[in-house]
């Protein structure tokens, strides 16, 4: 079985400035790893994802993530975010067995100031 | 290209009233489809999902039921809402594939008064 933990509930930070969300991970198997933004009463949207190779992933909108086995971590950064990047960000987890279900963590919000 | 859509958008319903929510997608065959809850403040928890038509597994025990009656159809039910099935509800498709990913709809948005 899965578990994903996202450190921080809420995380405030003014505009311009780096910000990293953090997510760390347990599982029995090797996984694939998912970062996903929700705006306000939309739907998730993938930001990036890990499947295999460089540990270090771009997305869109300028995030990146980092995959650390040895501590079974995958934080999100930003070096300089917008007010626009104010969202709910979730990090995921699916087994790389080709199983159906992903597991999501219980999401960070990303509150930023002008 | 794959799209997704949920309707409706919004829904106000009585309790004990009867639900039902649909969800499709555009653009693939014999995807895998999700519907997921997400209350106030709070993450996703996953409701049902479906491998393929009539092939419904349902996570958590509930007044809630889905049917899966066309290949890129997806129907989530409920006979009595109750006020703790209020929330925002998401329908998601996986490629049947081993790409990994789920692609998530716009939601729908369900009080019950």
């Known amino acids: 079985a899965q578990s994903v933990t996202q450190l921080d509930s809420q995380v405030p930070v003014f505009e311009e400035a780096p910000v990293e969300l953090r997510c760390n991970y347990s599982?029995?198997?090797?996984?694939?790893l998912f970062w996903y933004v929700q705006y306000p009463n939309q739907g998730l949207q993938l930001l990036l994802k890990?499947?295999?190779?460089?540990?270090l992933v771009k997305g869109i909108n300028g995030f990146e993530a980092e995959f650390n086995k040895s501590q079974t971590s995958f934080h999100l950064r930003k070096p300089s975010v917008h007010i626009s990047d104010t969202a709910e960000y979730f990090c995921a987890v699916s087994p790389n067995t080709g199983g159906f279900k992903t597991i999501f963590g219980a999401g960070t919000r990303l509150f930023v100031k002008a | 290209s794959q799209t997704i859509h949920q309707w409706p958008a919004t829904l106000v319903q009585p309790v004990g009233s009867p639900l039902s929510l649909e969800c499709t997608v555009e653009?693939?065959?014999?995807?895998?489809l999700y519907w997921y809850r997400q209350a106030a403040g709070r993450g996703l928890q996953l409701l049902f999902y479906s491998v393929g038509i009539g092939q419904i597994s349902s996570e958590v025990p509930q007044n809630l039921s889905a049917s899966r009656p066309q290949d890129r159809q997806f129907i989530l039910s409920s006979k009595k809402l109750l006020l703790s099935d209020s929330g925002f509800y998401l329908c998601?498709?996986?490629?049947?594939?081993?790409?990994?990913?789920?692609?998530f709809g716009p939601g729908t948005r369900l009080t019950v008064l």
């Open positions: 653009g693939t065959s014999n995807p895998n």
């Open positions: 998601a498709w996986k490629p049947g594939g081993p790409r990994p990913e789920q692609f």
């Open positions: 890990y499947l295999s190779g460089s540990t």
């Open positions: 599982s029995s198997v090797s996984v694939y």
